[in-house]
């Protein structure tokens, strides 16, 4: 094939020689191509709906985790609170692109679902909320049995209405905190002040026990989400309501600014980064899709709503982009059913995005679809 001025910008494939060659200067050159070329990163374009997932009862936490060689699962936290007796919260397991029931267990007011992993053991932690506020209750850890290939009950915690519990290991110790709601709370104070705007308290590990590290002024504070990244340390939390002398209108209350913080490692401490303003804010997740970071809140209330409850038509979830100096801007709007609490994960190189139903029984499934 001839390479004139006229051909220049014309591309040829030699396939005898497996190679590119472009037409410049009336001679066939030929295209380099580096690896970081061959495609660029995946970027979000946009979410389209993948499942819904018919529960027993409205869900407050979900909770996906993988265990080698057995497959992808999700925990549902599933609780009706017009119905204060042990209900059935769900194990689901990913099979065939979707996510089908694979186990139930008996829950009393199950808040929140944490896995962990020991040695090669796999369990699974539910916070029960229980029945009454002035009796204890029972929290479960339940350890997967390889034979049967099913979660059994392992061992029980005495709580006081828990409301999250959380793994985590400090040098090679492993640990449990539990939420206890009655004697262990920082999203309202009762009398006589009667008020959401409080401190939080972060605390940091110093021979064998946590110390207050720093307080942080909260209103009505239901989640934090610690993530990092370009060597960067954030903290989120979720405002959900702002109650007190301050407050008239019952619509202002649901109104709040959420905060995004930033680790400060000169001075030691975590600084104001970003204020948001969300709506009865009840949960954060951090994900990353390609090179983007992204934040999405889960918002209990709608503009202008002047209550809970199932007449609410519908709620926003935003998802918001890291963009540079911008910060945090939020880029897609999920009109989707109420939301108590997102997870992403990643199955067969696509991301997903499913989230609890508060309301409901009906809990859904988003796929994101990349540029």
Same mark, same amino acid.
């Given at each position: 094939m001839?390479?004139?001025w006229?051909?220049?910008?014309?591309i040829t494939?030699?396939?005898?020689?497996?190679?590119?060659h472009?037409c410049?200067?009336g @001679?066939?050159?030929?295209?380099?191509i580096?690896?970081e070329s061959k495609a660029?990163p995946?970027?979000m374009?946009?979410?389209?709906?993948?499942?819904?997932i018919?529960?027993?009862?409205p869900?407050?936490?979900?909770e996906v985790?993988r265990?080698p060689?057995?497959g992808?699962?999700?925990?549902?936290?599933?609780f009706d609170?017009s119905?204060?007796?042990?209900?059935?919260s769900?194990?689901?397991k990913w099979? $065939?692109?979707?996510?089908r029931?694979?186990?139930?267990?008996?829950?009393?007011?199950?808040?929140?679902?944490?896995?962990?992993?020991?040695?090669n053991k796999f369990f699974?932690?539910?916070?029960?909320?229980g029945?009454?506020?002035d009796?204890p209750s029972?929290?479960v850890?339940?350890k997967?049995?390889?034979?049967?290939?099913r979660f059994?009950?392992y061992?029980?915690l005495?709580?006081?209405?828990?409301?999250?519990i959380e793994y985590?290991r400090?040098e090679?110790?492993?640990y449990?905190a539990v939420?206890n709601h009655?004697?262990?709370?920082n999203?309202y104070s009762g009398?006589?002040?009667?008020?959401?705007?409080l401190?939080?308290?972060i605390y940091?590990?110093?021979?064998?026990?946590f110390?207050?590290?720093?307080?942080?002024?909260?209103t009505?504070?239901t989640?934090?989400e610690?993530?990092?990244?370009?060597?960067?340390?954030f903290?989120v @939390?979720a405002?959900a309501?702002?109650?007190?002398?301050h407050?008239?209108?019952?619509?202002?209350?649901y109104?709040?600014n959420s905060?995004i913080y930033r680790l400060?490692?000169?001075?030691k401490?975590?600084?104001v980064y970003q204020?948001?303003l969300?709506?009865s804010a009840?949960d954060w997740?951090?994900?990353k899709?390609?090179s983007?970071h992204?934040?999405?809140v889960?918002?209990?209330?709608?503009d202008?709503a002047?209550?809970?409850?199932?007449h609410?038509?519908s709620?926003h979830?935003a998802?918001?982009?890291w963009?540079? @100096?911008?910060?945090?801007v939020?880029?897609?709007y999920?009109d989707s059913?109420?939301?108590?609490?997102?997870e992403?994960?990643?199955e067969?190189?696509?991301?997903y995005l499913a989230?609890?139903?508060?309301n409901d029984?009906?809990?859904?499934?988003?796929?994101? $679809?990349?540029?």
């Amino acid at each position: 094939m001839l390479c004139t001025w006229r051909d220049t910008g014309k591309i040829t494939f030699d396939i005898y020689r497996k190679s590119i060659h472009a037409c410049y200067s009336g @001679v066939w050159q030929s295209v380099h191509i580096t690896p970081e070329s061959k495609a660029a990163p995946d970027r979000m374009d946009y979410i389209v709906w993948h499942q819904d997932i018919i529960m027993a009862a409205p869900t407050i936490d979900l909770e996906v985790f993988r265990i080698p060689g057995e497959g992808l699962f999700m925990a549902a936290a599933s609780f009706d609170n017009s119905d204060l007796k042990k209900q059935q919260s769900a194990i689901l397991k990913w099979e $065939k692109g979707n996510f089908r029931v694979y186990q139930s267990l008996y829950t009393l007011g199950a808040q929140g679902w944490e896995h962990f992993q020991i040695g090669n053991k796999f369990f699974l932690a539910v916070a029960n909320l229980g029945s009454r506020r002035d009796k204890p209750s029972k929290s479960v850890i339940y350890k997967w049995s390889r034979r049967r290939k099913r979660f059994e009950t392992y061992q029980e915690l005495v709580t006081w209405t828990a409301r999250d519990i959380e793994y985590f290991r400090v040098e090679g110790s492993h640990y449990l905190a539990v939420a206890n709601h009655v004697r262990v709370a920082n999203s309202y104070s009762g009398p006589p002040q009667s008020t959401t705007k409080l401190h939080s308290v972060i605390y940091f590990w110093e021979e064998g026990q946590f110390l207050p590290f720093q307080k942080l002024e909260t209103t009505g504070a239901t989640d934090w989400e610690f993530f990092s990244f370009n060597d960067e340390f954030f903290l989120v @939390v979720a405002n959900a309501y702002n109650y007190g002398d301050h407050i008239n209108k019952i619509t202002e209350r649901y109104r709040t600014n959420s905060t995004i913080y930033r680790l400060n490692v000169l001075r030691k401490r975590f600084e104001v980064y970003q204020e948001i303003l969300t709506y009865s804010a009840v949960d954060w997740e951090y994900f990353k899709v390609g090179s983007d970071h992204y934040l999405i809140v889960s918002n209990a209330q709608q503009d202008g709503a002047t209550g809970y409850g199932p007449h609410l038509s519908s709620t926003h979830s935003a998802i918001y982009r890291w963009q540079g @100096v911008e910060k945090f801007v939020p880029v897609h709007y999920l009109d989707s059913l109420p939301s108590a609490d997102w997870e992403v994960f990643v199955e067969d190189q696509t991301t997903y995005l499913a989230y609890a139903n508060a309301n409901d029984n009906i809990s859904q499934v988003y796929k994101v $679809k990349l540029v």
